[in-house]
């Protein structure tokens, strides 16, 4: 059964199990991924651990670094082998190594270069490509709803969602502050939260006035729900920007970290894999993009939970990610969003006509015409291997009549 959003969810991770070279980096990635979600925690509690849990928590944004570079240069069989997984459990134990002796040397010796990778690429650019993705998935569900957004109902419905859109927002922030953390007010994380709040409405402002714009055209609900899925985002972030950082394992909070990551993923195996099969220009093999998701989403987390042992601000501790998130999301939906309604107002080429491309009537007698001459052909040869029998005598130049007469000679002695 064929489930639109589920059914495009699924399909965009399987590029993450294709092989069982990407099936050993996928167990390598979410194993990394606990063992930093740990690391985080337990510094908090024990910070004279803090260089053996960044080491430990580094080697796998590491890792994939050089994995991505190797799938990018046709080694990746020399990182994990097709063929057995002990043995791609051996060559990732050794590249693991180099990885750490990796991290050491940019964090002393090569800071620029460690803040440019990690950073900028890693950090910033997950949290661009979660943007994005989010986005460009939002457009696509919503444009897999039917609505007739001509209809007098559909355009209640999209006032009701304009107006939902910041409700949802403010309930976010309010709600937090009063009930969940009052000791908030006045704190760095309160500032992000109210930038974050104005962007989002802000947002939803502009939004709005694309919305009208569009209330006769068809794009009018992917514009309506669009909105409403950055809403929610935005929501989502503010609340944990606001919520006090429990060091403990929190089951929920894992479990919807886990499932951005795999939106993320899904969104990514979606677009990157499905170039690998295009006759482009810019191709990204299967392999590659997979990597470069692992090292981006690896290198976020480790990012983010090594500011956490950093922030002198006690409310900002675990939420450096989301408030990043926060301020990006807005701008990056509102470009997606200007793109996407450029590309609807663009003329498609028109398609030949189905009369164009079927045979015209003058093309039938040549056809005919060929198969005439295919059919003549072999009686022709059919008569020729007489001649070489008569090759074997070898006859003088002599009129074509006569070989028939020397055909019959040998007959007559013959018999």
């Known amino acids: 059964m064929n489930i639109p959003m589920l059914s495009d969810f699924v399909e965009g991770l399987k590029i993450f199990f294709a092989s069982k070279r990407l099936r050993w980096l996928t167990l390598v990635f979410f194993i990394g991924a606990i063992v930093i979600t740990i690391w985080e925690r337990l510094l908090l509690s024990f910070p004279v651990l803090l260089p053996l849990g960044l080491l430990s928590s580094g080697i796998f944004p590491g890792f994939f670094l050089i994995t991505a570079i190797a799938s990018f240069l046709g080694l990746g069989r020399f990182v994990a082998d097709e063929e057995s997984y002990f043995r791609s459990f051996i060559t990732t134990v050794i590249w693991m190594a180099l990885a750490g002796i990796l991290m050491l040397w940019l964090v002393l010796y090569a800071t620029f270069i460690y803040q440019i990778i990690f950073i900028v690429f890693a950090f910033l650019g997950w949290i ?29 419905l999209f006032v009701i969602i304009y107006f939902f859109n910041y409700f949802i927002v403010l309930a976010a922030l309010i709600g937090t502050l009063l009930f969940v953390n009052p000791s908030a007010f006045g704190s760095m994380a309160m500032v992000f939260a109210l930038i974050g709040v104005l962007l989002t409405m802000g947002f939803n402002f502009i939004n709005g006035l694309i919305l009208a714009a569009e209330r006769n055209r068809s794009t009018a609900s992917n514009v309506a729900f669009l909105g409403f899925f950055i809403s929610v985002y935005s929501a989502y972030f503010i609340y944990n920007v606001l919520k006090p950082f429990d060091p403990s394992l929190d089951v929920v909070s894992i479990s919807i970290s886990i499932f951005f990551i795999l939106y993320t993923m899904s969104g990514v195996g979606r677009t990157l894999a499905s170039r690998a099969e295009q006759d482009t220009r810019w191709k990204l093999s299967k392999e590659l993009a997979a990597t470069l998701t692992y090292f981006l989403a690896s290198g976020f987390m480790f990012v983010d939970a090594s500011i956490s042992q950093m922030v002198s601000d006690p409310t900002l501790v675990g939420s450096i990610g989301d408030a990043v998130k926060l301020l990006i999301f807005p701008f990056v939906a509102l470009v997606m969003e200007v793109i996407f309604l450029m590309r609807s107002r663009k003329p498609k080429k028109p398609e030949p006509a189905p009369e164009d491309v079927q045979p015209t009537p003058e093309e039938e007698p040549t056809t005919e015409g060929e198969d005439t001459v295919s059919v003549e052909e072999p009686v022709e040869e059919e008569i020729t291997p007489e001649e070489p029998v008569d090759l074997v005598k070898e006859p003088l130049e002599e009129p074509t009549t006569e070989p028939e007469s020397e055909d019959h000679e040998p007959d007559n002695d013959e018999s």
């Open 128 to 156: 661009v490509f979660q943007s994005y993705f989010a986005t460009r998935s939002s457009l696509k569900y919503a444009g897999s709803v039917q609505v007739e957004s001509r209809s007098r109902l559909a355009r209640v």
